[in-house]
């Protein structure tokens, strides 16, 4: 196993009695070296994020993420303590009891893999549970991997929960450290405070050092948030293409996306309810693709609508009966 650069670093003595020590010591460590990151072309690799445990509406980030390991050659690079980083207490492990025993525990892991695309062309994709603890040290190890294995540009992959339709073309926020790396995306909001994410800091921190990254947030329908929905996490590979030029499996999530639409519009032709929501939601994002201009489509701000909580349970119990019937 080799040490990873930021793993057992020595206090930096720096004049006087001044001490530093690395940020980053012991957080992470390199367990393989990446095979051919650096090219003989000159070329420089991706890295992709998509961390677990934050918004991620539809499941999209999640299904993305896995698709790809599941589809695509990959080895472990680096692996981080997550002892540091996570409050078990916050968010449990799932453990499974057998009778008079304990038999198994779901150990998180934050890992970064190497993975090689359908061209063969390595990337990076860092993936597992958002950290709950020390964002700026994690920040800083995620930043020493970009400059130990010289990344051309970092991704990161979110998705939230908006007032569109499923009926319509998935839309997606798009961000970068600058703006000729989003040129060309439509701009759906204006300035917003909302929570902090690792994910966003991690863009904001790269950007300060001089690091290009960019971050896709798909727009997930609010009455489908808590549903896996895999047409949302084709959308989020899709711009990990057009930006990075990766070879990406697509295809293998359409069936499951056509499989949860058909469903969807199921349910929806049988609640006259759910019925005017959506139909509410085409019009409005009809307004807003013809008048072309910046409108929030934050599901908070759509009036006069059931609650996303209250479409998503009844969506999400319709779905449930669906798959127990098999």
Known sequence: MAVGKGSHREPEETGGDVTVFDPTGDLYRIEELPAELNRSDGSRPVLVHGLSGFVDAGHANRLAVEHLLENLEHRVVATFDVDQLLDYRSRRPMMVFEADHWADYARPELTLHEVRDEDGTAFLLLSGPEPD??????????????????????????????????????????????????????????????????????????????????????????????????????????????????????????????????????????????????????????????????????????????????????????????????
């Open 133 to 326: 603890l020390q964002w700026e040290r994690f920040i800083a190890a995620v930043i020493d991997i970009v400059e130990r294995f010289d990344v051309l540009l970092t991704v990161g992959l979110d998705a939230v929960p908006m007032a569109v339709p499923h009926t319509r073309p998935v839309t997606m926020t798009a961000h970068a450290t600058r703006p000729e790396l989003v040129a060309g995306h439509e701009q759906w909001f204006g300035t917003v405070e909302v929570p902090a994410s690792v994910s966003a800091l991690l863009e904001l921190r790269l950007g300060e050092a001089g690091h290009d990254a960019i971050g896709f947030a798909v727009h997930v329908p609010h009455y489908l948030a808590r549903t896996e929905y895999p047409d949302s996490a084709r959308g989020l590979l899709t711009s990990l293409i057009d930006a990075s030029g990766l070879a990406l499996p697509t295809e293998g999530l359409r069936p499951a996306a056509e499989r949860v639409t058909a469903e969807v519009n199921e349910q929806i032709g049988h609640s006259e309810e759910i019925s005017g929501v959506v139909r509410k939601l085409e019009e409005q994002f009809d307004e807003a693709a013809e008048s072309r201009m910046p409108r929030s489509l934050l599901a908070s701000g759509v009036e006069e609508l059931p609650s996303a909580d209250e479409l998503g349970a009844e969506l999400e119990q319709f779905l449930a009966d669906r798959d127990g019937r098999g």
